[in-house]
């Protein structure tokens, strides 16, 4: 079964603009992690954000988490024609940490026009 | 060095036929993951091994699908008497701590 639920299912913008994907979650957890997905191609690891973090940046990418509502956004700035991909959030829910197995939400489709 | 290579990258195969899927995991890497992944959905956790052992197979559909790593590396997932709804892709996974990198997938096809 799946835990979280990403939003919106799927996001049309161009090139330059920003795109927000939102993630909710259901159990506790030791970390979030975002991933991409190009058409055809296998989950490309984005950030992790741990469950003692509020916000987190790479690049263009910034995470947030908060888990008192249990969800999280994820931001990037200035898209690219090459951001266009499925996103999906992954939790690890809650376990004794370190390797776990992830459970993934169904994730949201990005589409960026140039 | 190299990332987590699985193969075939394509199978297609007849109802009834056994399939073995395989995943080289990066080297040193103490835990291997199996997922699923349906059309249009997120990856589903299928089973997980520390080294040789499965500590968790929890996500295995059924008695037809068993997964081994006999050597802490190289892993198989076999699915036997192969049905239409297995078609999907299988990502396998391997990790050293809490991120996870993911080989391309086998894109298995049941006719």
């Known amino acids: 079964s799946q835990q979280g639920e990403e939003d919106p299912q799927a996001l049309s913008i161009q090139e330059g603009e920003n795109a927000t994907m939102n993630c909710s979650y259901k159990?506790?957890?030791?970390?979030l992690q975002w991933y991409r997905q190009n058409s055809g191609r296998g989950l490309v690891h984005l950030i992790l954000?741990?469950?003692?973090?509020r916000e987190k940046h790479s690049g263009r990418l910034r995470v947030t988490l908060d888990t008192s509502k249990k969800s999280s956004s994820l931001l990037i700035t200035a898209s690219r024609a090459a951001d266009t991909a499925s996103y999906f959030c992954?939790?690890?829910?809650?376990?004794?940490?370190?390797?776990?197995?992830?459970?993934f939400g169904k994730g949201t489709k990005l589409t960026v026009n140039p | 060095g190299a990332g987590v290579s699985q193969s075939p990258r394509y199978k297609v195969a007849k109802r009834g036929q056994d399939v073995a899927l395989r995943c080289d995991p990066i080297?040193?890497?103490?835990?291997l993951f199996w997922y699923q992944q349906a059309l249009g959905q997120g990856p589903e956790f299928l089973t997980y091994?520390?080294?040789?052992?499965?500590?968790?197979k929890s996500g295995l559909p059924s008695d037809r699908f068993f997964a081994e790593r006999p050597e802490g590396s190289v892993s198989t997932l076999k699915i036997q008497r192969t049905q239409q709804e297995d078609s999907a892709v299988y990502l396998c996974?391997?990790?050293?701590?809490?991120?996870?990198?993911f080989g391309p997938g086998t894109r298995l096809t049941v006719l």
């Open positions: 992954a939790t690890d829910e809650g376990g004794r940490g370190g390797s776990e197995k992830l459970v």
């Open positions: 080297s040193g890497h103490v835990s």
């Open positions: 159990t506790s957890i030791n970390n």
């Open positions: 996974a391997s990790s050293f701590y809490s991120e996870q990198f």
């Open positions: 954000i741990r469950s003692n973090e």
């Open positions: 091994f520390q080294n040789e052992a499965q500590l968790d």
